[in-house]
């Protein structure tokens, strides 16, 4: 015969004393996520709180000036530079250097992407050489797009030259009456329009096509 309490386990090898001390120490233990996440959600509404502040502070100018530069770039694709210069010229907009220059700062732009379109609107209405475009592009009595932007321009541009070529030459044969050998060699000259030889042999071999 077993005398009372024989044959019972101590309390702390008991299942459910064990359970009890696991959700003890799970609850409380810190919130190490719970606080990074306070902390992160923190930090980002300082953030929005400073640009808040930040946009409060620029004036009517500058945001007008932002604007401008704004449809300059999406609709005429001009470069950062003609940009610039087309925001305080007295021709222009007349707006003072600084706030030009936090228009540019501040103005999200594809300078590559807007040079290629120039490329292309060049090539399509002004029928343009490979060089003849490049030129254009990078002049600082052009567009000012920086060498890189131009370059990228002329690398993606799809278009054909000899039929540029083509264009030009009857242009310059019906509008100016010049000879074959002179239609030839204004498209090839350096002070002309820097066709290649072979584009210009195209031209004037289909000029009476």
Known sequence: MKKKGEGKKPFYKRFWFWVLIIIVIIIAMPKGNDSKSE??????????AKKA???????????NSLIKAESYSSMMHMSKQGIYDQLTSEYGESFSAEAAQYAIDNLKANFNKNALKKAKSYSDSEHLS??????QLSSDSGEKFTTDEAQYAIDNLKTNYNKNALSKAKSYQKDMNMSLDA??????????????ADEANYAIQHLND
């Open 39 to 48: 902390s992160s959600t923190s930090s980002k509404t300082t953030q929005v």
């Open 183 to 196: 239609v030839r060699e204004q498209l090839t000259a350096d002070a002309g329009e820097k066709f290649t």
């Open 130 to 135: 490979k060089q003849g475009l490049y030129d």
């Open 53 to 63: 502040a930040k946009k409060s502070n620029v004036s009517t100018e500058f945001q």
